[in-house]
Every structure is written in C-alpha cells, then in structure tokens.
T-cell receptor, first 110, second 114 residues
Framework: GQNIDQPTEMTATEGAIVQINCTYQ??????LFWYQQHAGEAPTFLSY????GLEEKGRFSSFLSRSKGYSYLLLKELQMKDSASYLC???????????FGAGTQVVVTP | NAGVTQTPKFRILKIGQSMTLQCTQD?????MYWYRQDPGMGLKLIYY???????DKGEVPNGYNVSRSTTEDFPLRLELAAPSQTSVYFC?????????????FGSGTRLTVV
C-alpha cells in the first residue's frame, strides 16, 4: 500500500532546532515536498528534494534518503511565526499528483 | 499577479443541493488540482488536469465532477451534496510538477453540508 508517516505534534522553544521526520512507501517516486500550513490558510511551498542529500534554504533544511524512504525537515533558530503544520508530500508520478502525510503540528513556545 | 483564486471562501449547503467551487489562475500553468483536507488527515486528491480539455480522477473523485475548458479555469462541481463532503477544498496549480516550483494553492473553500 501507499503510506506517508510523520509525527502528529512537536513542541520546541523559541530559538531552538526541531527536526520533523517523514517516512514513505509509495508506488513511485519523483520527488518529495515539504509545505508549511498556518491554521486556516493554504499550504505554502518550502522545499523539494529529488536526489539524496541535504538542501538548505536559510533557516530551513530538508534531507532525503531514497533507499530508506526517509526525509526530514530541519527548522533552526525557531521563531514564534514558525508555529504551523508541516506537510510531507511525495510526488509519485510525472503528472504532479502529490500524496500527503497528515502533517506535523509544530508548537513554538516562548 | 493574483495567483490562484478560489470562490466562495465559505459555504453552507443542505443535503442534496449542488454547487460549483470556482478556481482560476493567472500564471498560465497547465497543471491544476483539486484537493480536500479533513481535520487530522492529509490532503486527498479529488481530480486533476494536465491541460485544457484533459482531466482525470484522483484518489477520492466520487460525488464530484470537473471541467477544464480553458487554461485558467478549473471548476469543481458537487452534485447531491452529502455530509461526508464537509471539508476544506483547495485548488492548486503548477508550472512543472517535478521541480522546485512546487504548487501554488488557492486560499481554500470551507464547505459545510447539513
């Protein structure tokens, strides 16, 4: 079957680092996306990994291991505005059909 | 650039009523998608389109229909609304799916069927 797993919730302190893990089992793989979604808003694109390794974008980094079916999103120097749901999504074909995990709610505390 | 525009933002329907959720994009993207998002669940694909005149079913198409007569517009039709269709609906578009462009999402339509 097809499965994308990520933790339901994580809590961290302002200024700290949080790592959100995502494991996947899908019938195909054309890349993995991370999206950020604030409550009541639309998801916004954070990162795309198609090759193994680490992609860094400012305070956010994303890692992929295709052989392990594993990715993580690393959020550094956490700010209160980073409190949101983070969605892991696998692109399983070339038509752009994304399969989403249920999302990880990150709560940043002062 | 407006991006992806969805209307309405909120709607309450009675069981058995029909409605059309509108979605339009001004980025000349060929790829467009409709997703629904239920609490605690990931987004599920309802229908998608890879260009004007071409549509196909996603994971959860039952009770919905779509058309794509122009590149810009991708309306979603609900016939005979049921409580199970209570959800938040997102329309999205993409220039090149397997790339760093990602998707651009509309702001969503929150639908309640009572």
């Amino acid at each position: 079957g097809q499965n994308i797993d990520q933790p339901t919730e994580m809590t961290a302190t302002e200024g700290a680092i949080v790592q959100i893990n995502c494991t996947y089992q899908t019938s195909g793989f054309n890349g993995l996306f991370w999206y950020q979604q604030h409550a009541g808003e639309a998801p916004t694109f954070l990162s795309y990994n198609v090759l193994d390794g680490l992609e860094e974008k400012g305070r956010f980094s994303s890692f992929l291991s295709r052989s392990k079916g594993y990715s993580y999103l690393l959020l550094k120097e956490l700010q209160m505005k980073d409190s949101a749901s983070y969605l892991c999504a696998v692109l399983a074909d070339s038509w752009g059909k994304l399969q989403f995990g249920a999302g990880t709610q990150v709560v940043v505390t002062p | 650039n407006a991006g992806v525009t969805q209307t309405p933002k909120f709607r309450i329907l009675k069981i058995g009523q029909s409605m059309t959720l509108q979605c339009t994009q001004d980025m000349n993207h060929n790829y467009m998608y409709w997703y629904r998002q239920d609490p605690g669940m990931g987004l599920k694909l309802i229908y998608y389109s890879v260009g004007a005149g071409i549509t196909d079913k996603g994971e959860v198409p039952n009770g919905y229909n779509v058309s794509r007569s122009t590149t810009e517009d991708f309306p979603l039709r609900l016939e005979l609304a049921a409580p199970s269709q209570t959800s938040v609906y997102f329309c999205a578009s993409s220039y090149l799916p397997d790339s760093n462009y990602g998707y651009t999402f509309g702001s969503g339509t929150r639908l309640t069927v009572v």
